[in-house]
């Protein structure tokens, strides 16, 4: 974007968004560059859009002079690597579009704009009496829409029907200019007109036959921006109790999982290390790494609540069922793990990561692999996580394990982290060896990399030729210039004018 058209469209983008909506601060610039052991490059400036018309005339204007246009919603930084540029280009930044445009309880369903964190939809929906799934704490700056898009993995497997969940309808500008609604949001009318006609926005399949939302999310960027989505709530509890379920042993664990899910008895449940426990929980100089070689070392993490209707019992039938597994499984029932109490730690993850975020605060920065498998088979992807940790000069004992149990608990997110001082050149480089040997070893091990972020693309589409090819078809006809996010997954073709 040199020279005439450069300037020409720095002018026309100006004319849309206004002179101080173009953003051009070398700092913010470079957050979009940055990663922890990966870097991108620094877009020409950023635009900030307040509404879908100017989302719109931005994407018409890329398309007549052929940008590369990334957007973005999440405050910095942004480690994961789906806003990072491949080529040179634009950051349409939609943080500014921060309308919580509806939360309905009857419904238990919201309407959000890209730019709404986490704590932002939280002050709403606390008004309703309702709850957001979230991830494990997510940093104060992300967007909820942006971290459901990236399908981040909630915390309460029973609720997690589907790998959209809980994403439902969207609105999206694709890179063909189109305006789409997904789901039971589509058809005429408005918004305004739709909500008022008690259009609740609660299925995501639609119109007709087509589930564009599935194209949408996980694409990071490559096909449409999405200016607006309704997410799934649930309703808060009257009464809400967090358990610790601690073992030596992966596999009783894992048998207790399995047989606490299938009824799907509890709310939250997932699994953590020590490590990833402590970084969890840690406030400083509260004195629990000193602890944590004391403790088990591994530990569930399960709640159980009561809501309108009977809360008591509900709670008492799942405490009583609970309690019956994890005796037939050899596995103890405890409040406290690793001196923090359960209650302490149902405060901590109802809402969004403490600054500086969690897994910065103990060396400063963090690696993570991330991937999807079963439970099964989590114990073997250990091992081998902690055999290329060895190789690579990192104790095995500092590598942070989280497991997500999604869908049910018929599959399982999970999530290797490795601190290190990213501002010493060795410890980095060291990093990025272990980052790409690790990854490779567990695709090898059968880790299924549904995130392909950065390196992760070639090891998720190179063993797939035909999905590659799909793909571009796809690609082709939703962002046929290829303005959005050039470079990123599959999609090189083209270059920046």
Known sequence: MTGKNGEDAFERLQAIVGQDRIVDDPAMLASFAQGSIERGREPKYAVQPKDRGQVEAIIDVAKELHLNLVPAS????????????EAEGIVVDLSRMKRVILVDRRNKVAVVEP????????????????????????????????????????????????????????????????????????????????????????????????DLVKIVQGSQGTMGIVTWASVKLEVKPRIHRLYFAADNHLERLIDFAYRVLRPKLADEFFLLNRPAFAAMVSEGGDGIERDRDSEKEYVIVYGVSGYDVCPEDRVAYQEEDIGKIAQSAGVRISNVYMRTRAGKVAERIEGASPEPYYKEAQKGDFQDILFLSTMDRVEHFVRVASEVAREHGYPPSEMGVYVQPILFGRACHIEFSFGFNGADVTEAESMRSLYRKGSEALAEAGGFFSRPYGYWSKLAYGRCPDTVAALQKVKDIFDPEHILNRGKLVFDRGAVA
Not at 74 to 81: D, I, M, N, V, Y
Not at 157 to 164: E, N, S
Request: with cysteine.
């Open 74 to 85: 999440s405050g910095a930084p942004h480690r994961k690597g789906g806003v990072r540029l």
């Open 115 to 210: 730019g709404v964190t986490f704590p932002e939809l939280k002050r709403e929906t606390d008004k309703a009496g309702l709850k957001i799934l979230t991830p494990l704490l997510p940093k104060r700056s992300k967007s909820v829409l942006a971290s459901y898009l990236d399908r981040d993995p909630i915390l309460i497997p029973k609720y997690h029907w589907d790998m959209t969940d809980p994403l439902l309808c969207t609105e999206v500008v694709f890179g063909n200019g189109r305006l789409y609604r997904t789901g039971t949001a589509g058809g005429p009318g408005s918004l305004k007109e739709k909500i008022a006609a008690k259009s609740m926005f609660k299925n995501p399949l639609g119109p007709g036959q087509t």
